[in-house]
């Protein structure tokens, strides 16, 4: 008996697990798999760190810890779904619905370290034990050019533009070695008087290793960010930070701190000294700051200045104007990766106070990668929008196995508490790195191990072998890190077959060029990046070729042989909770989940001879088709079909497709009557699910949901559980 690992994790993506993984089993069962589940939810995060505190009712071991083992052996098939990487915001919330549940957890500050361990990316590093194999399947692009999605009109006199820093940043002051040998480095901070304090000792570093380290001046950022609220305000545009708090989870809310204090300069420069001694800093978001005026003795006299600069300062975009929330308001609401390419797609504009769309100045303080996004711009404004039904796709594969340029490097990021020389040195006391920073300066380093670089151009080699499209490494030789990786893909290039391969070396900037113009001739483009770029690519192209990230197959064939299978972005997740909690309708789109399911049975076939498997994958693979052909995909709108309908949907399609295909004649004699039971009653079953909408549900918790309330909510009809039932072995 084989095991397929089906992941629990967070908002809508679990919402739709009570009512797709009872089908998955079933299905699953006959080709003698097992599917079990495996908690790494925030909620089962933190649960697991405090076994010591909770009844034996109450305790989830580590699975996190479990998984990440397991990822490492070749049995390895895990169905990883989108989970919350949690800015401090919403772990905060979600310790205090666990408490109010009768959960015995401790303050985030009695028991900091264990609650910053599964803060931020904490799942993907420990999972991602190889590298990122993304790409649109040939049925969604099909699908996509007979039923292309809205784009926006773009006009060549846009205001919209990326505004970046030029000096002072992670990109221009960054440093990078390769490790000559396995060593033990120490991170310090030697101060102006000689003494020295220690950041970070017995860093282990391998042989081959790339160790990179850089900073972000703090008063660079500052000016930076004060003169774009006035360019803001003298364009008439609204002023928008994109930044990823969540995944860097150090770095990214500092500078948010910052870009709330540049934009209420006025009111910081009147009260910084009330407002920090609260720890009202920004880092948190304005809505934390609001809401907490009123423990402070002149409160209302703080808002009302916090109001004033509102109202004379630039337009803000918004992340929902009806409720008045903002982009400065809470660090997790603007994730560039999925921000960018929504104002890319939507004319270059956010939405404003009034709910309508406007030219927005996006500012992305660090350059690394804010050239790729500005590159999009001015391509849309000199032709236009993108046309879903002739344009190209860009694939990724991208660098990430063993923790590979880890989003901001958690655990080395500082922010500096002195002036001083930030040192990186090897056990020999030798200084590899060094900068000369300042209070407050932001501090990081990172690794990339030496195995995963060269699994990555392999798998670049074969994904261009097997495609047959260009391949471009997005690489810039003025960074100092990808100077160094420059000089290795050219390496062990040489121990690859590349002879009719098209395979290419460009900047970040300049491989953007050339993928959209490729893209608008209808070509294809394999991008071969960084782990933090592959976050990016993989949500910048399939939105505007799909119209979603949630449409893209993204495999991560594991180094030691097994697989993982992702199954598209979260980003919207959170409102899809509220549209479930309002008026009982889940929007959320399962196809990221169907095609890894396929590419997981795939695996299975291929990795323990379970041909089975295979004929389960084939004809999951017509029944997803079928179905957005059909047009079964879920509904934004309450009162039509919704995720569990396309669950529903799917299920039928897919038992047709077994009952129909020839290569085994016992599973289609299986699936013989489910598929002539659901065919004939697969319209009055949706509709009876669609009845069930328009009130609101109460799911027992947002971060742990009631399993039983859960279960009703999620599989409303009797009659389709018992025919899925009915399968399992």
Not at 396 to 410: C, R
Not at 433 to 443: L, M
Not at 638 to 658: C, F, K, M, P, V
Not at 715 to 721: C, T
Request: charged share 25%.
């Amino acid at each position: 008996m084989s095991t397929i690992i089906w992941t629990r994790t967070d908002e809508a993506p679990l919402l739709a697990t009570y009512s797709f993984k009872p089908i998955v089993e079933a299905f699953a069962s006959t080709a003698d798999i097992d599917v079990e589940t495996r908690d790494i939810s925030l909620a089962g995060r933190i649960i697991a760190q405090f076994p010591e505190r909770l009844t034996e009712e109450q305790k989830i071991g580590d699975h996190l810890a479990e998984l990440g083992d397991l990822a490492k052996t070749p049995e390895a098939n895990i169905i990883k779904l989108p989970n919350i990487s949690a800015s401090l915001v919403q772990l905060r919330n979600a310790i205090k619905e666990l408490q109010a549940a009768g959960y015995d957890l401790p303050e985030y500050e009695e028991a900091q370290e264990k609650y910053d361990a599964v803060k931020g990316s904490a799942v993907n590093p420990v999972l991602r034990e190889g590298n990122s194999d993304r790409r649109a399947p040939q049925a969604v692009k099909n699908f996509v050019k007979k039923y292309p999605h809205s784009m926006g009109e773009w006009s060549a006199d846009s205001k919209s533009q990326v505004a970046t820093m030029d000096s002072g940043d992670f990109r221009h002051n960054e440093k990078s070695v390769i490790m000559p040998d396995a060593d033990t480095l120490t991170i310090k901070l030697v101060k102006p008087d000689g003494t020295e304090e220690v950041l970070k000792d017995d860093l282990a570093v391998q042989k081959g290793e790339v160790v990179d380290g850089t900073f972000m001046s703090a008063a660079a950022l500052d000016e930076f960010l004060r003169e774009q609220v006035k360019v803001a305000k003298e364009k008439g545009i609204l002023f928008s930070a994109h930044l990823k708090a969540t995944m860097m989870k150090v770095s990214d809310p500092i500078i948010f701190g910052h870009v709330v204090r540049a934009y209420f300069e006025e009111v910081y420069r009147t009260y910084g000294d009330e407002l920090s001694a609260a720890g009202l800093d920004g880092e948190n978001g304005l809505g934390h700051i609001i809401d907490s005026l009123d423990e402070l003795d002149n409160g209302e006299e703080i808002r009302q200045l916090f109001d004033k600069v509102l109202e004379e300062g630039p337009d803000l975009a918004m992340v929902n104007s009806h409720k008045g929330i903002t982009g400065l308001h809470v660090p997790s609401d603007v994730i560039i990766d999925a921000s960018m390419p929504a104002m890319i797609r939507t004319s270059g504009q956010m939405w404003n106070k009034n709910d309508e769309t406007q030219d927005t100045l996006a500012v992305i303080p660090d350059s690394s990668y804010a050239g790729v996004y500005q590159a999009v711009i001015e391509d849309c404004k000199e032709n236009g929008a993108f046309d879903p039904t002739t344009m190209g796709t860009v694939p990724n594969v991208g660098l990430m196995a063993q923790k590979a340029e880890e989003y901001g490097s958690h655990n080395k990021t500082f922010k500096i508490p002195a002036n001083g020389t930030v040192q990186v040195t090897n056990s020999a006391g030798e200084v590899l790195i060094e900068h000369d920073v300042e209070a407050g300066d932001i501090w990081r380093a990172c690794q990339t191990k030496d195995e995963p670089i060269r699994d990555w151009v392999k798998l670049a080699v074969n994904r261009a072998r097997l495609s047959g499209m260009k391949a471009i490494f997005w690489l810039d030789e003025e960074r100092a890190h990808d100077a160094n990786l420059i000089e290795l893909v050219n390496l062990y290039l040489k121990d690859h077959d590349t002879e009719g391969l098209d395979l290419e070396i460009l900047s970040p900037v300049e491989a953007t060029k050339v993928s959209v113009e490729r893209i608008r001739r209808g070509e294809d483009t394999i991008s071969v990046t960084g782990n933090v770029l592959r976050d990016y690519n993989t949500d910048l192209f399939p939105i505007l070729e799909l119209g979603t990230s949630a449409k893209m197959l993204s495999v991560v064939p594991l180094i030691n042989g097994g697989g993982l299978f992702e199954t598209g972005a979260g980003g919207s997740a959170p409102k899809h909770v509220q549209q479930v909690q309002e008026e009982n309708h889940l929007r959320w789109d399962s196809l990221g989940e169907f095609l890894a399911l396929a590419e997981s049975f795939r695996h299975e076939h291929n990795a323990n001879n379970n041909a089975r498997a295979g004929v389960l994958a084939d004809a999951l693979d017509t029944a997803t088709e079928k179905l957005l052909n059909e047009g079964k995909s879920p509904s934004r709108k309450a009162g039509e079909i919704d995720n569990r309908g396309s669950h529903l949907y799917l299920a039928t399609y897919w038992a047709e497709a077994l009952a129909a295909q020839s290569e085994d004649s016992e599973l289609a004699a299986t699936f013989s009557d489910v598929a002539e039971k659901l065919s004939a009653k697969v319209d009055e079953i949706n509709q009876a699910m669609i009845d069930e909408q328009g009130k609101p549900v109460d799911l027992g918790g947002y971060y742990l949901p009631n399993d039983e309330k859960t279960t009703a909510i999620m599989r409303p009809v009797a009659e389709f559980n018992e025919l899925i039932d009915s399968l399992k072995k």
